[in-house]
């Protein structure tokens, strides 16, 4: 995946900014819920590094961009950084962690069942697994770069099956950000509206991928063009965590693993 996809949203460009603090908030709302040895899964260029940092008593990163990796390991160069596919997280013995944060990943993993189970095997017992992923009822379009949504219902059902305990939250927003989201929701109404052969449905994948990263950057540059201030006056403050809700961004849950007898 190029760095400079839509996907991998960037704190630099500045029409990607109210998606950049939505990423950023879940790293705040992580805090409260850090400790011990913590793991990152994807970490992507480090957004929330600096947040989990004061929190932990060790930090390991993977992720499978190795340019990533390598900056990374230059900047903090008292943790530990690791560049790999997985799942399967193959060197990574059992019962390693406390605390498991895997932000707007699952999405992209093919088999989300052994992402899971894998989550659950590397936790120590008690220890804690923090997860975001789009909430699909809010999803505007198809992300050719993800291999599925969910629902709330849906990834409970998966983590259920490997956790005693999930906790099932959301992201949201104030009225800055709900304004955002309604504007971006007309915006891509009308490109769709020009989609006469409809190939946001037809077009496989690694196809999609080219008309998707074209149109998406247009329309955030649009959105910004159209209404500057809002556009940049959104930080992760305007972001909140509150209970399970059809209309959250993003679900936001919590996994625990069973304390051993």
């Given at each position: 995946m190029s760095l400079f996809t839509t996907e991998i949203t960037s704190d630099k460009i500045a029409s990607?900014?109210?998606?950049?603090?939505?990423?950023?908030s879940a790293y705040v709302f992580s805090q409260k819920y850090i400790r011990g040895d913590v793991l990152e899964l994807g970490c992507g260029e480090g957004r929330g590094i600096d947040i989990i940092l004061k929190k932990s008593k060790s930090f390991t990163a993977i992720d499978k961009i190795k340019s990533v990796i390598e900056k990374l390991s230059l900047k903090y160069e008292d943790d530990i950084f690791i560049s790999s596919n997985?799942?399967?997280?193959?060197?990574?013995?059992?019962?390693?962690?406390?605390?498991v944060i895997s932000f707007q990943v699952i999405e992209h993993i093919k088999d989300d069942a052994k992402y899971i189970s894998e989550i659950e095997r590397i936790l120590r017992p008690g220890?804690?697994?923090?997860?975001?992923?789009?909430?699909i009822k809010m999803t505007l379009t198809r992300n050719p770069w993800h291999e599925r949504e969910y629902t709330s219902e849906e990834l409970n059902n998966l983590c259920s099956r490997y956790f005693y305990q999930v906790d099932i939250l959301g992201i949201s927003g104030n009225s800055k950000v709900i304004k955002y989201y309604n504007q971006n929701l007309e915006s891509v109404?009308?490109?769709?509206?020009?989609?006469?052969?409809?190939l946001e449905k037809a077009l496989p994948n690694f196809i999609y991928r080219?008309?998707?990263?074209?149109?998406?950057?247009?329309n955030r540059n649009n959105l910004q063009n159209n209404d500057k201030d809002l556009v940049s006056d959104i930080t992760y403050r305007d972001y909140k965590l509150v209970n399970d809700d059809p209309n959250n961004l993003d679900l936001f849950f919590i996994l625990r693993k069973k304390l051993d007898k």
């Open positions: 990607d900014n109210p998606l950049h603090h939505r990423l950023l997985f799942p399967p997280l193959s060197d990574i013995e059992d019962n390693s962690f406390d605390t220890g804690i697994a923090l997860i975001t992923t789009p909430n109404k009308r490109f769709k509206r020009l989609d006469i052969f409809n080219i008309p998707y990263e074209f149109l998406n950057r247009i």
